[in-house]
């Protein structure tokens, strides 16, 4: 470089590096992102790659031994619907508690308590939620109590050791999520545009339709891909208060035994990339409905 | 403005479900807590006497003097080192216009979408391959994974909102970008920063996946800790596992508590959202 600079003394010197590099956005402090980068490189996208090659890398059989044993042993196989079966539900009811709530909270004034309550939860997390609820809706709990003291039950319901546990535990760590991230997309939402409507004689169900529904699908797509993934990664609550054995044995319960009980890593990559491929097609399957109701920005958001 | 009867009808309907869900859920917490002072509580509404020797037994069992010390040394270190990586590299991301910023974007992004569950499990095998698995090390870097992304996505906001022109002004006077981070960002930034720590420090406290899978006998945090002691349950006395949660609740209550004075609760859950 320097030789050739040398060389030719009279000619136009072209830019340094280092300035066409800041030209296009590279100087020093661009690079103060690479730490952070280099770790999740490192730490998040090397140890996927490296279980996905591990996963074709069995203890015995062929390249396609983990994922073939998962297909045809039911014990596997088994685990992604049982999982579907909890987090679908789970994440509809959520969602459909979530909007109409968060419709009327979004008129409030003073959101904070609530909000601080409903953040309770998610901060407590899954476990601290299971080993209360073990006790409060078991059978000598003050929810079957006041039940059948109000006389609406004759004797207690099992709420805990079965679906129903696992349901209600995903239900209050999953429903502020979901009201929380619904609530956000809500009050982003202009109320002029509301309020213009309303002057137009709209009523609160055709302002819905109209106005809300087709500015909030968007966040609803995504508040439900979250709220799915959340729940169909479930693992400490489906083992504590559900029946890890049978019908709570989620895919994630699979992983973490051949990781840990049966050493396989080669098994519980593999597992772990089903439980991702399968978390991606519902991601997927919702974006491509959503492309089907919704096209583009809205065309009556600006007119 | 006038209401129709089902409008209204519908609003009551909506709250008594909100009313309904808070009141099970503080019936649940208050569970808990009775439960760690109760003597005996079996097939009654209160329990026959109160106590506070569960207290002591748990502290004893569970070695929680052990597990607090792991777990605040755990939450420090990610706190510390979440902003050390996190508020730089926020920094280039708010300043500077590259080819392949979306990437680099989506690279930060993509830990905060998927679960820790999914991406756990291989990280763990990695850890374990490297010989970190099972050290306060190890369970140091899992739970930097999701929290350097999210400090990063909660301070971009912050730093674009200050006027650039205040870094010229120290640039043209000459401060290199460690003095400009020492004597003009960070103390404009101090409010987002703490913002940010006290909620990566909220949620390592809570994080129990990553820890779980990685945590050996000596790295265990107290809500892993706690998972321990429900799953044995049977073994040991049901108060002394719930003194053991009370005392899980009130480590992470009290700095939920001092986090809501600075930030609005729903960051907790939407992160990018632009502050107000």
């Avoid at chain 1, 997309?185 to 169900?205: H, K």
């Avoid at chain 2, 108060?239 to 930030?263: C, E, K």
């Amino acid at each position: 470089m320097s030789a050739l600079a040398s060389a030719a003394p009279v000619r136009q010197p072209r830019p340094s590096l280092r300035l066409r590099l800041a030209a296009s956005g590279i100087d020093g402090v661009t690079l103060l992102l690479l730490p952070a980068a280099l770790f999740l490189i490192a730490l998040f996208i090397y140890p996927f790659i490296y279980g996905f090659v591990l996963s074709f890398e069995p203890k015995q059989g062929g390249m396609f031994a983990n994922y073939q044993r998962f297909f045809s042993d039911p014990f596997f196989a088994n685990t992604v619907g049982t999982t579907m079966k909890i987090a679908l539900p789970v994440t509809l009811l959520n969602l459909a508690l979530a909007l109409p709530i968060a419709f009327r909270v979004r008129l409030l004034r003073r959101q904070r308590l609530l909000t601080t309550f409903l953040v309770l939860p998610i901060t407590l997390g899954t476990v601290l939620v299971a080993e209360g609820m073990l006790f409060y809706f078991g059978p000598q709990g003050w929810f079957n109590r006041t039940l059948m003291t109000l006389g609406l039950l004759s004797q207690p319901v099992r709420l805990v050791h079965n679906y129903w546990g696992v349901l209600i535990s995903l239900v209050i760590t999953g429903f502020p999520f979901t009201f929380l991230l619904t609530l956000s997309y809500i009050t982003g939402i202009d109320p002029s545009l509301e309020q213009a409507a309303a002057t137009l004689g709209a009523r609160a169900a055709a302002r819905f339709r109209h106005i809300f529904w087709p500015l909030l699908l968007p966040g609803l797509a995504i508040t439900f891909c979250l709220s799915f993934v959340q729940a169909y990664s479930v693992f400490p609550s489906a083992v504590l208060v559900g029946e890890p054995a049978a019908a709570t044995r989620v895919i994630s319960i699979a992983a973490y035994q051949s990781a840990f009980e049966d050493y396989d890593y080669s098994m519980a990559s593999a597992i772990a990339m089903i439980m991702a491929a399968t978390q991606l097609v519902v991601v997927l399957i919702v974006f491509a409905g959503r492309a089907l109701v919704y096209r583009g920005p809205v065309a009556s958001g600006k007119g | 403005m006038n209401r129709s009867l089902t409008e209204r009808l519908w609003a009551t309907a909506l709250w008594l479900l909100v009313a309904f869900f808070i009141l099970n859920l503080i019936a649940l917490i208050a569970t808990v807590i009775t439960s760690s002072f109760a003597t005996r509580w079996l097939g009654t509404w209160f329990p026959a006497d109160f106590t506070t020797r569960w207290y002591f037994s748990a502290w004893d069992e569970f070695q929680l003097g052990d597990v607090l010390t792991v777990t605040f040394e755990v939450v420090l270190a990610v706190v510390a080192l979440a902003g050390l990586l996190g508020v730089p590299a926020a920094y280039a991301l708010a300043r500077r216009d590259f080819p392949g910023k979306k990437l680099v974007m989506l690279l930060f992004l993509l830990p905060l979408l998927v679960p820790p569950i999914t991406y756990g499990i291989p990280m763990a095998t990695v850890l374990y391959r490297t010989g970190l698995g099972g050290t306060m090390a190890g369970v140091i870097l899992a739970n930097l994974v999701p929290t350097v992304p999210f400090v990063i996505l909660v301070m971009i906001p912050f730093i674009e909102q200050i006027d650039p022109r205040i870094e010229a002004a120290a640039r043209v006077f000459g401060a290199g970008t460690l003095r400009l981070f020492i004597h003009v960002l960070l103390p404009i930034l101090m409010p987002g920063v703490l913002a940010a720590l006290l909620l990566v420090l909220v949620r390592t406290i809570g994080m129990f996946e990553l820890t779980f899978l990685t945590a050996g006998p000596t790295s265990q945090t107290l809500v892993v800790a706690l998972y321990y002691a429900v799953f044995a349950a049977g073994v040991r006395a049901v108060q002394s596992i719930d003194a053991m949660a009370v005392i899980y609740m009130a480590t992470t209550l009290v700095w939920l508590l001092i986090a809501l004075r600075f930030v609005n609760p729903t960051q907790i859950v939407a992160r990018a959202k632009q502050t107000r």
